[in-house]
Structures are given as C-alpha cells and as structure tokens.
Nanobody
Framework: QLQLVESGGGLVQPGGSLRLSCLAS???????MGWFRQAPGKEREGVSC????????DYADSVKGRFTISRDDAKNTVYLQMDSLKPEDTAVYYC?????????????????WGQGTQVTVSS
C-alpha cells in the first residue's frame, strides 16, 4: 500500500510563502495527486490536483493564481507552492493519491491519504 508523508508546514505571516512536499513510499506514476485542507470547524476541501502525467491540473477558486502544484515522479514527490498566503489559508493540509489518472472536479477519487501538515498564516 502506498504511503504518503507531508512536510513543509509551519507558521508564516500574511503575504508569505510556503512549499509543502508529499513524499510517497512508492511510485506515483499511475495516480493523479491532490492536496486538500481542513480548517477548524470546516469540511475538508480539495485545493489542487495534478494528473498522473503532470500535463493538467486543477485549483480551487480560492487559491487560483497563488498556489502551484507540481510533481517529480523520479523523487516520488508532489509539491504545493503557496504564495501570497492569507489567514483564511490556515488549515491542516493533506496530500492524497487518486485511483484515477486525471483530475475530476468533485475530488472524489482519492483513497490514499497522508497524515497532514499544519499551515498557520498569522501576524
């Protein structure tokens, strides 16, 4: 079973940047990969997804233009570059692997999850 471990979270001031990493225990070639987040008292939401080929991606409206997803299959790693961070981006961020090759708008096909990494945006 594929295992995912996130890292890179922390405390950052508004307007700052963080890069999250998701290291997999095995190959990611056959999986679209996604980042999700869950803020206190809120439901988990899909933030971004990248297809297995890396040729297409998707972003939630709330992060478009600020976040960038990428993957390096040679390193079994997926990244989420987060720029212009806002207090409302504060959440636990999770990496997940999909059963599909491509991304779907409902973010419903993710079955393997990491343990999460905390991102706090505050002055």
């Amino acid at each position: 079973q594929l295992q995912l471990v996130e890292s890179g979270g922390g405390l950052v001031q508004p307007g700052g940047s963080l890069r999250l990493s998701c290291l997999a225990s095995g190959g990611l070639h056959y999986h679209a990969m996604g980042w999700f987040r869950q803020a206190p008292g809120k439901e988990r939401e899909g933030v971004s997804c990248i297809s297995s080929s890396g040729g297409s991606n998707d972003y939630a409206d709330s992060v478009k233009g600020r976040f960038t997803i990428s993957r390096d299959d040679a390193k079994n790693t997926v990244y989420l570059q987060m720029d212009s961070l806002k207090p409302e981006d504060t959440a636990v961020y999770y990496c997940a692997a999909s059963t599909e090759f491509v991304c779907y708008p409902d973010y419903a096909d993710f079955t393997i999850w990491g343990q999460g990494t905390q991102v706090t945006v505050s002055s």
